[in-house]
């Protein structure tokens, strides 16, 4: 029989390894053969949570430094949103290499866990490989599917399939810049998006809400109708597809000395669907619970963290339709695109001098509301 260990970590994805940092006594399981692979990822991270974990970003792992985030809307302008070097395009499989050099727990690969019960007050998690582990705690950091969030808590989440390639491209891109592109009528609920990874390669793709069984011809139209256009010919490298939580509000996260984190807890953004930097804070939130054996502490702990107002935000900017894209895009034109000219009276004049805007003030006025309160939290 097998140690017990303090706790076991199902799940060696950035929610996993980041709450084994900080854990000696545990054991972090995952089915894969190799850590970072397969990326399944647009790689997209902010640095807000690189220096949230006291992490400085390291060569090795940092494909591309963002200063700019291009917003392309429905008729072709664009926003910027102009924050200089606050994010990264990194490289996951180095990033998560990195992550498990950093890691105190033990880590088994090749381990696919099929079974979860509670015996004598010990977790007993066993494996396909034909093992048996056992420990005080658990950690359900095991992504979208999670067994841990089915077998312990009894709770089912929403997914949704996001496409995604790793693309060559022919003309040179700004490796300083993510391109978003929104367009209700051709999108719904959902967003494209092209992330360098370097002067031809990026992260090239697209998710929906209400259009997720044509995601691959949506893809292939966007690679051919607006990419080729800007970048010329281009050659899909790799697959990179997968599945992402999408929640409308919070679910349970931690019942009797069981936690989930990341994905299993549908920690992504509510608005980008980005989830590697909540994967992290959660995981050491989790250990941090167990080092102060206070485990229902963690709910409340990530719920200051994840603000519940994102789901409303995310309501708010999924319900604008072209129009009113357009007419933002009209309003920023002369002001190369920069959002912040919403903050000079003279844009509130031109503001409401489009129908569909003033139409739709109240929804921007509970936007800026929102951003306004997370900036305070998390600066
Ligand atoms: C196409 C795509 C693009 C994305 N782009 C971005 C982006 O740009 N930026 C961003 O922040 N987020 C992005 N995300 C989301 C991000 O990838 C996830 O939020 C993040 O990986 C969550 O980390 P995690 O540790 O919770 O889970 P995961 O990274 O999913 O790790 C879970 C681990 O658990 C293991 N596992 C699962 N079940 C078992 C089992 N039964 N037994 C053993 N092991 C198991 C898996 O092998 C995996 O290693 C993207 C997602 C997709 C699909």
Same mark, same amino acid.
């Given at each position: 029989?097998?140690?017990?260990?303090?706790?076991?970590?199902?799940?060696?994805?950035?929610?996993?390894?980041?709450?084994?940092?900080?854990?000696?006594?545990?054991?972090?399981?995952?089915?894969?053969?190799?850590?970072?692979?397969?990326?399944?990822?647009?790689?997209?991270?902010?640095?807000?949570?690189?220096?949230?974990?006291?992490?400085?970003?390291?060569?090795?792992?940092?494909?591309?430094?963002?200063?700019?985030?291009?917003?392309?809307?429905?008729?072709?302008?664009?926003?910027?949103?102009?924050?200089?070097?606050?994010?990264?395009?990194?490289?996951?499989?180095?990033?998560?290499?990195?992550?498990?050099?950093?890691?105190?727990?033990?880590?088994?690969?090749?381990?696919?866990?099929?079974?979860?019960?509670?015996?004598?007050?010990?977790?007993?998690?066993?494996?396909?490989?034909?093992?048996?582990?056992?420990?005080?705690?658990?950690?359900?950091?095991?992504?979208?599917?999670?067994?841990?969030?089915?077998?312990?808590?009894?709770?089912?989440?929403?997914?949704?399939?996001?496409?995604?390639?790793?693309?060559?491209?022919?003309?040179?891109?700004?490796?300083?810049?993510?391109?978003?592109?929104?367009?209700?009528?051709?999108?719904?609920?959902?967003?494209?998006?092209?992330?360098?990874?370097?002067?031809?390669?990026?992260?090239?793709? /697209?998710?929906?809400?209400?259009? @997720?069984?044509? %995601?691959? !011809?949506?893809?292939?139209? #966007? *690679?051919?109708?607006?990419?080729?256009?800007?970048?010329?010919?281009?050659?899909?490298?790799?697959?990179?597809?997968?599945?992402?939580?999408?929640?409308?509000?919070?679910?349970?996260?931690?019942?009797?000395?069981?936690?989930?984190?990341?994905?299993?807890?549908?920690?992504?953004?509510?608005?980008?669907?980005?989830?590697?930097?909540?994967?992290?804070?959660?995981?050491?939130?989790?250990?941090?619970?167990?080092?102060?054996?206070?485990?229902?502490?963690?709910?409340?702990?990530?719920?200051?963290?994840?603000?519940?107002?994102?789901?409303?935000?995310?309501?708010?900017?999924?319900?604008?339709?072209?129009?009113?894209?357009?007419?933002?895009?009209?309003?920023?034109?002369?002001?190369?695109?920069?959002?912040?000219?919403?903050?000079?009276?003279?844009? /509130?004049?031109?503001?409401?001098? @489009?129908?569909? %805007?003033? !139409?739709?003030?109240?929804? #921007? *006025?509970?936007?800026?509301?929102?951003?306004?309160?997370?900036?305070?939290?998390?600066?």
């Amino acid at each position: 029989m097998e140690k017990v260990f303090n706790t076991i970590i199902v799940g060696a994805g950035p929610g996993g390894l980041s709450a084994g940092r900080y854990l000696k006594d545990a054991l972090i399981l995952d089915q894969k053969k190799e850590i970072g692979l397969p990326v399944q990822c647009a790689e997209g991270l902010s640095k807000r949570f690189l220096d949230e974990m006291d992490i400085s970003p390291e060569p090795e792992w940092i494909s591309a430094t963002i200063d700019t985030t291009q917003i392309v809307l429905p008729n072709g302008k664009e926003i910027n949103l102009y924050f200089p070097g606050q994010s990264y395009v990194i490289d996951r499989k180095g990033f998560e290499k990195f992550l498990a050099r950093m890691s105190q727990a033990e880590i088994r690969l090749g381990q696919r866990v099929i079974d979860i019960e509670k015996r004598g007050g010990l977790w007993e998690v066993k494996t396909r490989q034909g093992k048996i582990f056992r420990s005080r705690y658990l950690i359900g950091a095991d992504g979208p599917f999670s067994i841990v969030r089915e077998k312990v808590f009894g709770q089912k989440i929403r997914v949704l399939p996001v496409v995604e390639y790793l693309v060559e491209l022919t003309n040179n891109l700004d490796t300083s810049k993510l391109l978003i592109y929104l367009d209700k009528d051709w999108l719904g609920t959902g967003y494209a998006w092209i992330f360098p990874k370097s002067k031809n390669r990026a992260n090239i793709g /697209l998710g929906s809400v209400e259009k @997720k069984e044509n %995601l691959n !011809k949506l893809l292939r139209d #966007f *690679l051919e109708n607006r990419v080729k256009k800007k970048f010329g010919p281009y050659h899909l490298l790799e697959n990179r597809s997968s599945v992402g939580p999408w929640l409308e509000g919070p679910i349970k996260m931690v019942k009797d000395n069981a936690f989930l984190v990341g994905d299993a807890a549908g920690l992504v953004d509510a608005i980008s669907g980005g989830g590697i930097g909540n994967a992290m804070l959660s995981g050491r939130l989790a250990a941090e619970a167990i080092l102060n054996s206070d485990p229902s502490s963690y709910q409340k702990q990530v719920q200051s963290f994840f603000s519940e107002d994102l789901f409303q935000a995310q309501k708010i900017l999924y319900s604008f339709d072209n129009q009113t894209l357009n007419e933002l895009g009209q309003v920023l034109e002369k002001k190369n695109g920069d959002i912040f000219y919403l903050k000079n009276p003279q844009a /509130l004049l031109a503001f409401l001098s @489009k129908p569909h %805007l003033r !139409k739709n003030i109240f929804g #921007f *006025l509970k936007l800026l509301l929102i951003y306004a309160k997370w900036k305070s939290k998390n600066t």
